[in-house]
Protein backbone atom coordinates (compact mmCIF):
# COMPACT_ATOMS: atom_id res chain seq x y z
CA UNK A 1 0.00 0.00 0.00
CA UNK A 2 1.49 3.56 -1.38
CA UNK A 3 2.01 5.70 2.16
CA UNK A 4 3.26 9.56 1.29
CA UNK A 5 3.59 11.55 4.41
CA UNK A 6 4.39 15.10 3.89
CA UNK A 7 6.07 17.47 6.66
CA UNK A 8 8.16 20.27 7.61
CA UNK A 9 5.50 22.81 6.93
CA UNK A 10 4.32 25.76 9.32
CA UNK A 11 4.27 29.26 9.23
CA UNK A 12 7.13 31.25 7.54
CA UNK A 13 7.73 34.91 7.37
CA UNK A 14 8.11 36.51 3.80
CA UNK A 15 11.21 36.17 2.65
CA UNK A 16 12.33 33.16 5.08
CA UNK A 17 12.33 29.29 4.26
CA UNK A 18 10.82 26.34 4.90
CA UNK A 19 11.89 22.65 3.66
CA UNK A 20 9.78 20.19 3.36
CA UNK A 21 10.16 16.15 3.35
CA UNK A 22 7.48 13.43 2.19
CA UNK A 23 8.79 9.62 3.43
CA UNK A 24 7.42 7.17 0.64
CA UNK A 25 6.82 3.81 1.63
CA UNK A 26 4.92 0.94 -0.06
CA UNK A 27 6.34 1.33 -3.66
CA UNK A 28 9.20 1.06 -5.08
CA UNK A 29 10.25 5.00 -4.54
CA UNK A 30 13.78 4.91 -6.82
CA UNK A 31 12.30 3.70 -9.80
CA UNK A 32 9.48 6.67 -9.80
CA UNK A 33 9.64 10.20 -10.70
CA UNK A 34 8.23 12.50 -7.79
CA UNK A 35 6.65 15.30 -7.68
CA UNK A 36 5.30 18.15 -5.82
CA UNK A 37 1.86 19.84 -5.81
CA UNK A 38 0.12 22.49 -3.90
CA UNK A 39 -3.35 23.64 -3.74
CA UNK A 40 -4.30 27.09 -2.16
CA UNK A 41 -7.82 27.97 -0.64
CA UNK A 42 -10.53 28.31 -3.47
CA UNK A 43 -8.35 27.41 -5.56
CA UNK A 44 -7.61 24.21 -7.55
CA UNK A 45 -3.86 22.06 -7.21
CA UNK A 46 -1.15 23.37 -8.85
CA UNK A 47 1.93 21.05 -9.98
CA UNK A 48 5.21 23.13 -8.11
CA UNK A 49 8.08 20.35 -9.63
CA UNK A 50 9.24 17.32 -10.57
CA UNK A 51 12.47 15.09 -10.33
CA UNK A 52 13.16 12.14 -12.04
CA UNK A 53 13.99 8.67 -10.54
CA UNK A 54 17.45 9.22 -10.42
CA UNK A 55 16.93 13.13 -9.45
CA UNK A 56 19.15 13.52 -12.70
CA UNK A 57 16.75 16.19 -14.05
CA UNK A 58 14.34 18.58 -12.21
CA UNK A 59 11.39 20.64 -13.46
CA UNK A 60 9.87 23.46 -11.92
CA UNK A 61 6.64 26.08 -12.42
CA UNK A 62 7.97 29.39 -13.48
CA UNK A 63 6.26 30.39 -10.13
CA UNK A 64 8.65 28.82 -8.08
CA UNK A 65 11.41 28.56 -9.90
CA UNK A 66 14.85 29.96 -8.24
CA UNK A 67 13.22 30.13 -5.18
CA UNK A 68 12.21 26.34 -4.59
CA UNK A 69 15.03 23.13 -4.81
CA UNK A 70 13.53 19.46 -5.39
CA UNK A 71 15.58 16.47 -4.10
CA UNK A 72 15.28 13.14 -3.14
CA UNK A 73 17.41 10.68 -1.38
CA UNK A 74 16.19 7.30 -2.95
CA UNK A 75 18.03 5.06 0.19
CA UNK A 76 16.04 6.71 2.57
CA UNK A 77 13.06 6.52 0.53
CA UNK A 78 12.50 10.80 0.88
CA UNK A 79 11.72 13.18 -1.22
CA UNK A 80 12.36 16.96 0.06
CA UNK A 81 11.23 20.50 -1.44
CA UNK A 82 13.28 23.28 -0.42
CA UNK A 83 11.99 26.54 -0.37
CA UNK A 84 13.35 29.99 0.10
CA UNK A 85 12.93 33.28 -0.39
CA UNK A 86 8.82 32.69 0.06
CA UNK A 87 5.92 34.83 -0.77
CA UNK A 88 2.59 35.18 0.39
CA UNK A 89 0.99 33.67 -2.39
CA UNK A 90 3.02 30.47 -2.16
CA UNK A 91 0.61 29.83 1.17
CA UNK A 92 -0.92 26.60 0.35
CA UNK A 93 -1.54 22.74 0.97
CA UNK A 94 1.78 20.94 -0.75
CA UNK A 95 1.36 17.67 -1.24
CA UNK A 96 4.23 15.13 -2.37
CA UNK A 97 2.99 13.00 -5.34
CA UNK A 98 3.94 9.65 -6.79
CA UNK A 99 4.91 9.57 -10.81
CA UNK A 100 4.34 13.32 -11.78
CA UNK A 101 7.05 14.57 -12.97
CA UNK A 102 4.97 17.85 -14.87
CA UNK A 103 2.02 19.42 -15.52
CA UNK A 104 2.39 17.64 -18.86
CA UNK A 105 4.82 14.39 -18.09
CA UNK A 106 4.05 11.59 -16.12
CA UNK A 107 0.76 10.71 -13.93
CA UNK A 108 -1.99 13.30 -14.79
CA UNK A 109 -1.77 15.72 -11.60
CA UNK A 110 -5.40 15.02 -10.65
CA UNK A 111 -4.68 11.30 -11.03
CA UNK A 112 -1.44 10.84 -8.94
CA UNK A 113 -1.48 9.37 -5.50
CA UNK A 114 -0.54 11.76 -2.51
CA UNK A 115 -0.41 11.77 0.60
CA UNK A 116 -2.52 14.29 3.12
CA UNK A 117 -0.07 17.00 2.73
CA UNK A 118 1.88 19.80 4.93
CA UNK A 119 0.37 23.41 4.95
CA UNK A 120 2.59 26.10 4.25
CA UNK A 121 1.75 29.61 5.80
CA UNK A 122 3.52 32.35 4.60
CA UNK A 123 2.16 35.61 6.88
CA UNK A 124 4.01 38.81 8.58
Known amino acids: QVQLVESGGGLAQPGGSLRLSCAAS????????MGWARQAPGKGLEWVSG????????FYSDSVKDRFTISRDNAKNTLYLQMNNLKPEDTAMYYC?????????????????RGQGTQVTVSL
Open 51 to 58: IYSDGSDT
Open 97 to 113: LKGTLSSEYGVPLGAAE
Open 26 to 33: GFAFSVWA
